[in-house]
T-cell receptor, first 114, second 110 residues
């Protein structure tokens, strides 16, 4: 039972480079989310999706893009990496039906921009 | 004003103590309230989930929601060293957007 899988676990980027953070869930959840967590801070919502083909901005979307072509996958794209995007990124999913488990989280991608 | 406020701690208690963790919020539309536990270098895991006001108990954990005061609490009884982690409160009104507190770091000393 994989749950939410994020790849890569760690990555170092140079300023101006681009990359895609991958997120896959095998629970057939419609709702998926991307968060960033800075040291000593809570989670800030970047983007979310309520189903395949539907995405919307969260609190901190600038500098990021997402797509949702399938129910399972919700990749996050950084086009021009900046030092301010150094953070830990978490992907989460929920089916909104199971009231005892609103969100399942992956173990995160630790990203450093140098 | 932040949507959700949470004291970052750290909070250090002896083993067996009762721990009280709290969050306040500003948006009266929030209906669903959650507490997550996060160990170092791991994703958050759900501890407690409450809809609207009231109390909910699960083993050593009790969650309380007071919507009139916009205040939620998590109590941990008979705290154990394995409870040492960061505790995050979170809330939402429609499951589209979740709002998290900054987290309280708890250390339970043996």
């Amino acid at each position: 039972n994989a749950g939410v899988t994020q790849t890569p676990k760690f990555r170092i980027l140079k300023i101006g480079q681009s990359m895609t953070l991958q997120c896959t869930q095998d629970m057939n959840h419609n709702y998926m989310y991307w968060y960033r967590q800075d040291p000593g801070m809570g989670l800030k919502l970047i983007y979310y999706s309520v189903g395949a083909g539907i995405t919307d901005k969260g609190e901190v979307p600038n500098g990021y893009n997402v797509s949702r072509s399938t129910t399972e996958d919700f990749p996050l794209r950084l086009e021009l990496a900046a030092p301010s995007q150094t953070s830990v990124y978490f992907c989460a999913s929920t089916d909104r039906v199971d009231g005892n488990q609103p969100q399942h989280f992956g173990d995160g991608t630790r990203l450093s921009i140098l | 004003q932040k949507e959700v406020e949470q004291d970052p701690g750290p909070l250090s208690v002896p083993e067996g103590a009762i721990v009280s963790l709290n969050c306040t919020y500003s948006n009266s539309a929030f209906q669903y309230f959650m507490w997550y536990r996060q160990y170092s270098r791991k994703g958050p895991e759900l501890l407690m989930y409450t809809y609207s006001s009231g109390n909910k108990e699960d083993g050593r954990f009790t969650a309380q929601v007071d919507k009139s005061s916009k205040y939620i609490s998590l109590f941990i009884r008979d705290s154990q060293p394995s409870d040492s982690a960061t505790y995050l409160c979170a809330m939402t009104w429609n499951f589209n957007k979740f709002y998290f507190g900054s987290g309280t770091k708890l250390n339970v000393k043996p």
